[in-house]
C-alpha cells in the first residue's frame, strides 16, 4: 500500500521536519494502494456530512468542506483502519519524530475523511490536538493556481503568523503525502478556486506515549 521511504534517507528527511515541522513524501501512496484508497474514499463519502461554519476555538476560521469521522471510517472501512495502525509506518514516522509515534485513542480523531469540492471549499486556519498529522492525497487539484494548497508557517503556532511573512505554500498531487507537526505549527488548506475540482485527503492523527486526549473541541465540531 506504501512505498516508504529507504533508511538511508530517512536521517535527512528527520533533519527537515525537526526544522520546518513538515516533510513532504511524495508518492508515499502505491499506485494499487492509491486506486484502492481511492474507492474506499468514494464509497465513504456517500455518508459523510457537509460542513459550513466558522470554528469558535480557532480564531473563527472558515470550514466549507464535506468530512467523516474516524468512528464511521472503522466501522465501515477495516482497510483505512489496519493501514493507520501499519507497523511500517509508524516506524517510519516514530524515526522522522525522533520518538515513538503511537495511535490516538480517541475513534472520532485518529483517522478523517476531509474532501474539499466546491468552489470556495477551505478547511481554515488552525492547529491540532495531536503533535504529529500524516496527510495521504486521493486527489489533488492539478495546478498550484487551482487552490487547495497546504499553507503553514514554520516554528509558529500562532494563527495569525499565517498572515504574515515566512508562510510556506505547498502543491501536492495524488498519492502524495506529508507530515507536520500539526500541533506547534498553525495550518491551513487555500481555498478551491473553480468548479469541478476535488482535494480528497485522509487525515492520520498520531500522538507520542502519555499524551492523549483532545485540547480543543475542534475534532468534535468538526467529525461528530
Known amino acids: 500500500m506504501f512505498s516508504l ?15 520546518d515541522g513538515y516533510v513532504a513524501l511524495p508518492g508515499l501512496i502505491s499506485p494499487t494502494g492509491l486506486a484502492e484508497l481511492g474507492r474506499e474514499a468514494r464509497r465513504l463519502e ?5 460542513r459550513d461554519f ?5 480564531g473563527d476560521s ?15 472501512s477495516p482497510v483505512i483502519a489496519r493501514l493507520y495502525e501499519d507497523r511500517d509506518l509508524m516506524g517510519l514516522l516514530s524515526s522522522l519524530l525522533g520518538e ?9 480523531e485518529r483517522h478523517v475523511l476531509n474532501v474539499l469540492h466546491r468552489p470556495g471549499d477551505t478547511h481554515g486556519a488552525h492547529t491540532d490536538d495531536y503533535p504529529l498529522a500524516l496527510v495521504l492525497f486521493l486527489e489533488a487539484p492539478p495546478h498550484p493556481a487551482d487552490g487547495g494548497l497546504l499553507e503553514f508557517r514554520p516554528g509558529r503556532g500562532d494563527l495569525g503568523a499565517l498572515d504574515g511573512p515566512g508562510v510556506h505554500r505547498v ?11 500539526s500541533d506547534l505549527t498553525a495550518h491551513r488548506v487555500t481555498p ?3 468548479p469541478g475540482l476535488r482535494r480528497t485527503v485522509l487525515n492520520f492523527a498520531y500522538t507520542t506515549p502519555g499524551r492523549q486526549g483532545a485540547t480543543t473541541s475542534s475534532a468534535s465540531l468538526l467529525y461528530d
Open 5 to 19: 521511504p529507504v533508511p538511508s534517507r530517512r536521517e535527512s528527511l528527520r533533519r527537515q521536519f525537526t526544522a
Open 46 to 50: 456517500a455518508d459523510a456530512v457537509r
Open 54 to 58: 466558522r470554528m469558535p476555538c480557532m
Open 62 to 76: 472558515p470550514r466549507h468542506m464535506t468530512t467523516l469521522g474516524g468512528d464511521r471510517i472503522a466501522r465501515d
Open 100 to 108: 515513538a509515534a503511537v495511535a490516538v485513542h480517541d475513534p472520532v
Open 171 to 181: 502543491h501536492h498531487r495524488p498519492a502524495d503525502g506529508y507530515l507536520l507537526r
Open 192 to 194: 478551491l478556486g473553480r
